[in-house]
């Protein structure tokens, strides 16, 4: 693009892989959010779920703590929140273009990364499966051979220490190394409670001598830990073999280890007439009493006065439970990527991949001293993943094409201890459920340049998949559970199957008014992969559910304006949306057919329960009106709307279920964002940047339901840096603050007020600052 503008005040463009060929973003026909690692420095953000908060219509969110250590991601009304192997995620999360299976282990530290990139709406022929959403690709900083590195340290609120460091060396003529290392660790903001230390027993929360006894003498204080801390430890080391020749090879390795207290939460309601919440002795009812404050919670892992176990009602007695409340999680993968140069026009590229990982957590859900739910669980997953392209020219480069195959085979062994004693019955169980998945594509694009600004791209992709579910449901003594396992016709041994094929296409075409304005308009397809339901409480609700579907309508527009001083990106949408996934809570179609009672157990049904139509449109800037600032901004409207919802689920003759009226999880209607920096030159040649952001989303809802303890207000979070750097600027010095005005907010929440009679939150960070310092060399 001709232009007279200076490097100084030109927006630079961003070179892009979201079509499998290196391309600007401003000529990529897709809605992509691309970030690089200047850029997410400077906005203070160190892991991906920070990334969303800057682009539109995304939403990341860290997974409360009955999930683990876990992200929740949402694209454009489509995503996935729960943790469990049985579903699938709804957006595709890819490191270097290797694939990401799970929720779980996906908080990814931005450990030496080069650049982010988030494709919003389904990317169902390239990406494939899961990426019914859109996809996040991070790629790493490659091994070059020229030398040198950088060590980074910070320290900041509550005992925070960051350490990073990378080095780039040659090893050997041709053959490059990098490494790189992170350690960050910080206390947790909301406080862990003993709830009969701060009440004794005897005080006006907790009147009766007998009632909830102390876990902690007055002499140590009442608080037990504090919850939401960081400790995480990720080390990164690549090979890289390229001597200018036909073939490079790329071998990469990575490790995470993390320890840490679980996610803070807090209760925002407690209350249940079940007379058999409270164990044995205890004569404190469970209401609002146990609401602590606004950064603590009564959470009670220990089982203190007994009150974890004890006698039912029936004279049964429970097995004593006593989670472990650390959240731990030890990940890596090897992958080795192998381009070759097959001719001029021609290129394969094959990418081989293992993954796996373990994540052990325990919670006390309620967040309360009584017992009324809790749960252990182990996790245990490998995947293997090979994806083989050939990109080609033909015709003088009229015709561009990519076609290709992927296969992934994984495991994971669902091991988890279950403590529910919300029901009028015994419900204790073990559980070490396998889960078998396994995904074969092929898949094509052809791009034809019609004219040398008019091109046209169509793609297919078809995939098969399967998953099976094995279950395992006894006590903990290995005894069978009479109350999941009937006599003759128990749950434990149980193995249900799942098995589904899918065409997806995407026809796109793009037309480049000029060197500054490229529109494009496209039809596109994705899915979110079947399975079976992983939360049976009998055997009637072990049933597969199919996948869900969207077709996508997407037209934008992208520009680079006054001599690319300003860019901006616009996209609308519309999506049909089909064959949504949703947990039942009010299921009589998985009920036992040979009894008509009206309690006939629990329900927890993941099932395909209704359609929805998404519209919006985005908007993302950049302007550089002057040397040294510069502005950066997105926009997005989402308006989600039902459609259909299975009467058997909710609508107006299930009022427990969603209603027409009510949102997709986690889909505020707006969003955005601004930024502003200023990078001012001092004397002796160093430089001054402050730097201020400002990140807004509308009110949104955690769950399906839309209740009042679902919703997530709405709420607009500031962060704001300062940055020194010398003459030579291989020395920074930086001060950060995030949520600089101290806004109290929430992450996400949860409603278990229907069956358990409890709904908790888990608050937004409050205002924190860091003194950072970064030596290149």
Known sequence: MASSSTDETAVQDVIVTAQFREQPLQDTPIAITAVNSAMLEARSQTNIADVAAQAPSVTLKSQSAVYGPALGANIRGIGQYDTNPAVEPGVGLYVDDVYYATLTGSVLDLLDVDRVEILRGPQGTLAGRNSIGGAIKLYSKKP??????????????????????????????????????????????VDRLDFGCVNPPGSTLNPASGGI????????????????????????????????????????????????????????????????IGGSGVTVPFDNRFRCGRFCNFANYYGAGGIWTGPLGTGSRYVETRPD???????????????????????????????????????????????????????DFHSFTQELRLNGSLLDGLVDFTVGGFLLDQRTLNGAFLDLRFTPFPLQFQQNDPVDAATQAAFGQVM???????????????????????????????????????????????????????????????????????????????????????????????????????????????????????????????????????????????????????????????????DARIDGFEAETTIRPVAGLMIDGALSYTKFKYRRIDPLAGGAGNPSGPQLSDTAPYTPTWKWSAGAQYELGLAGGGSLTPRLDAAYQSTAYSGATNSVYERVPGYTVANARLTWRNADRDLEVSTAVTNLFDKYYYYTAFDNTPSAGYATAQPGRPREWALIVRKTF
């Open 325 to 379: 409340p650390q959240a731990k999680f030890d990940g890596w993968g090897v992958s080795g990527q192998v381009d070759w140069r097959i001719a001029t026009d021609f290129a394969l590229t094959s990418i081989t991949a293992y993954r796996a990982y373990k994540s052990s957590f325990g919670t006390d859900n309620d967040l309360t001293p009584l017992p009324n739910s809790a749960q252990i669980v182990d996790l």
């Open 213 to 276: 006894q102390p876990l902690l003498s007055a002499s140590q204080g009442c608080r037990v830990a504090r919850d939401g801390g960081v400790s995480t430890q990720a080390l990164r080391g690549q090979l890289r073999y390229a001597d200018g020749g036909p073939i490079e090879i790329n071998l990469i390795a990575d490790y995470t280890h993390e320890d840490r207290t679980p996610a803070a939460e807090i209760l925002t309601f407690a209350g249940s007439g079940a007379t058999w």
């Open 448 to 610: 034809f340049h019609a004219t040398d600004r008019l091109t046209f791209s169509g793609g297919l992709r078809y995939s098969h998949e399967s998953k099976t579910y094995g279950f395992v449901r006894r006590n903990r003594d290995g005894t069978l559970n009479p109350w999941v396992n009937p006599a003759g016709n128990p749950i434990d041994g149980k193995v249900q199957t799942y098995r589904g094929n899918r065409l997806d296409y995407r026809i796109n075409a793009q037309y480049r008014f000029s060197d500054e304005v490229m529109a494009y308009g496209q039809v596109a397809t994705g899915f979110k992969g079947g399975g079976v339901n992983p939360r049976p409480f009998s055997v009637y609700q072990v049933v597969p559910f199919n996948p869900e579907n969207v077709t996508s309508y997407e037209v934008g527009v992208k520009t680079d304006l006054l001599d690319r001083r300003v860019r901006l990106n616009l996209a609308a949408f519309h999506s049909d949306y089909r064959n949504i996934q949703l947990t039942l809570l009010n299921c009589p179609q998985f009920s036992d057919p040979t009894t008509t009672a009206d309690d006939n157990g629990p329900c927890q049904v993941t099932a395909n329960a209704g």
């Open 144 to 189: 070059t051979g020229e030398g040198g590195g950088s060590v980074m340290a910070t320290y900041g609120s509550r005992n925070r220490i960051d350490l990073r460091a990378s080095a780039n060396v040659t090893l050997a003529k041709n053959l490059f190394a990098r490494i790189a290392g992170a350690s960050k660790t910080q206390n947790g903001y």
